[in-house]
């Protein structure tokens, strides 16, 4: 291993020259949270009593790369050991099929007392939960959930709303900090329905039911997500993204906010782009991170161009401070802990990295219409001695420096993971 004091030591003097302090970039990356979604650690497949987890809801994870959680036990396990080589503050994210107990439970019965395994480790690590009602693989979500034209079915779903956010009360109250709950629904067709205003005033519908009928809950957030397209339902989503920005500016509620994945537009939008015109109009946004390739197919997420630009975004406008950023992919084709380790800290040293520029002399430049040093400096911090500082924040909190973490990861596939049916 390199002197990483000493490459610290030089990047500091490096960053000093713009007037930066390192210092309290690393500060303020390691205190925002990320919160990590369980379901890349078992595919998506949950741990409700039955026989059938095959993922639906036009979502798919591909690949079959052996070693994957069979349970909550196991997924515990493996979250711990991936959460090991992230640093910075992290809150998990679970989805309502993790429930745990003995028997069957259905969807529109779950109760906290289902989540107490998660609660019970959760309270032990010290750390947030936030959740998701999860409306897909499920044979009452065939057709439509929280659209549904069929009443029965409707009320099915709309009760699972209704528990989800009761649930998010109780993981707040044994945490103490506030559930981030995330609201998708896969509600679509393969061709353009003849009624496409119906779906979506059935949608509306049940979120005003779920909401009302939990009006008095504490301590929850609730992010409406909306979606392009996915897989069988690829002319229309009622979820789409103009319906779930309609319905969070309508409500005009504190805790009913965006929720932007960035695998969920047109493969030339960016979500980097879509920020600052939310926060024109909204307080706060829940991010789900991701790495969408020509669809959303939910890749690990990389130290690109665009997870560089939405969190330089997000520090610009002073916004990292009220975005819960959660991350969102799942690839069943490589060991599902490199997964997670590469996606959170690509996540994070996102965030560190746009810290590390100047914001405000930039500016003010741009203030001083001086579009050629605006270009100039933007140009400049790309090649900035980034990786020294990285590796030192992560030696800091021995989250592992540079590739370290793969050897432990790869010892405990041979130990543990590749034991697994
Ligand atoms: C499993 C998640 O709920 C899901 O990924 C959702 O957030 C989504 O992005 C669906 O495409
Ligand atoms: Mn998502």
């Known amino acids: 291993m390199y ?195 119906g779906p979506r005033q059935r949608l509306k519908d049940s979120y005003d039911q779920i909401f009302e009928a939990t009006k008095d809950v504490k301590g929850v957030i609730d992010g409406i997500e909306s979606k392009v397209f996915g897989i069988g339902a690829e002319s229309f989503t009622a979820g ?47 991010l789900h991170v991701s790495r969408p390739i020509r669809w959303d197919s939910d890749h690990v997420v990389s130290f690109d161009d665009e997870t560089r630009a939405i969190m330089e975004e997000l520090v610009r406008m002073d916004k990292l401070k009220d975005t819960y950023i959660a991350t969102d992919f799942f690839d069943a084709s490589i060991n599902r802990i490199v997964a997670w380790v590469t996606g959170l800290r690509n996540t994070r040293k996102a965030m560190l990295a746009a810290l590390l520029q100047p914001v405000d002399v930039m500016k003010e430049i741009e203030r001083n219409g001086d579009v050629s040093a605006r270009l100039a400096y933007k140009e400049e911090f790309k090649a900035a001695p980034f990786a020294f500082v990285w590796d030192y924040y992560c030696q800091q909190q021995e989250a592992g420096v540079g590739l370290e973490w793969l050897d432990e990861v790869k010892k405990h596939e041979d130990e543990i993971l590749s034991k697994r049916a």
């Open 3 to 197: 002197d990483v004091k000493k490459g610290y030591e030089v990047a500091k003097e490096f960053y000093a020259q713009y007037g930066i302090n390192v210092d309290k970039a690393i500060e303020i990356a390691n205190a925002t949270p990320i919160s990590m979604h369980c379901w890349q650690g078992d595919d998506v497949a949950g741990c409700e009593k039955k026989e059938d987890s095959t993922l639906t809801g036009g979502i798919q994870t591909t690949g079959n790369y052996p070693g994957k959680a069979r349970n909550g036990e196991e997924l515990r396990a493996d979250i711990e050991t991936a959460m090991k080589f992230i640093p910075g503050e992290l809150k998990l994210n679970l989805h309502a099929n993790y429930q745990e107990s003995d028997t069957f439970i259905d969807r529109n019965e779950i109760d906290p007392k289902h989540f107490d395994k998660w609660v019970d480790w959760a309270v032990e690590k010290g750390i947030g939960l936030d959740f998701n009602p999860t409306y897909f693989s499920h044979p009452k979500s065939a057709k439509a959930t929280l659209s549904s034209a069929d009443n029965e079915i409707r009320e099915f779903w709309i009760e699972h709303g209704i528990r989800c956010r009761q649930i998010g009360e109780y993981f707040f109250k044994k945490t103490g900090k506030p559930c981030i709950i995330n609201h998708w629904t896969p509600d679509g067709d393969k061709e353009v329905p003849i009624d496409t205003i």
């Open 240 to 286: 789409s993204h103009e319906f779930c920005m309609g319905y969070v500016m309508k409500a005009n509620k504190d805790h009913i906010i965006m929720t932007l994945d960035t695998g969920h537009y047109h493969p030339t939008e960016v979500v980097s782009a879509k920020l600052a015109s939310i926060f024109t109009f909204s307080d706060k946004v829940l």
